[in-house]
């Protein structure tokens, strides 16, 4: 994933945050550190999907904590 690409998903997930998509680094967790609720999450899921073009597996998703993991699970996606 390219560095357009990284940046591209931080801005997605600043939507649902007050953390600026510079200061996110991958070992934040959306829970507890962005502040994520379960609703945001599945919307901020959603809109990777239709952003990056890809569909996301519900139990891939589940298992997902921090950024750097969303980022790995994104990886993968687009190499397919």
């Known amino acids: 994933m390219g560095m357009d690409n990284?940046?591209?998903f931080k801005n997605?997930?600043?939507q649902y945050t007050d953390v600026a998509a510079a200061d996110m680094t991958d070992d934040m967790r959306f829970r507890e550190d962005?502040?994520?609720s379960s609703?945001?999450?599945m919307?901020?899921?959603?809109?990777l999907e239709d952003t990056f073009d890809v569909e996301l597996e519900q139990e891939n998703a589940l298992q997902v904590l921090t950024i750097g993991d969303?980022?790995?699970m994104m990886n993968r996606m687009m190499e397919e």
């Open 6 to 8: 990284v940046m591209k």
């Open 34 to 36: 962005l502040g994520f």
């Open 43 to 47: 919307s901020f899921l959603g809109e």
């Open 39 to 41: 609703l945001d999450f």
């Open 70 to 72: 969303a980022l790995e």
């Open 12 to 14: 997605i997930v600043a």
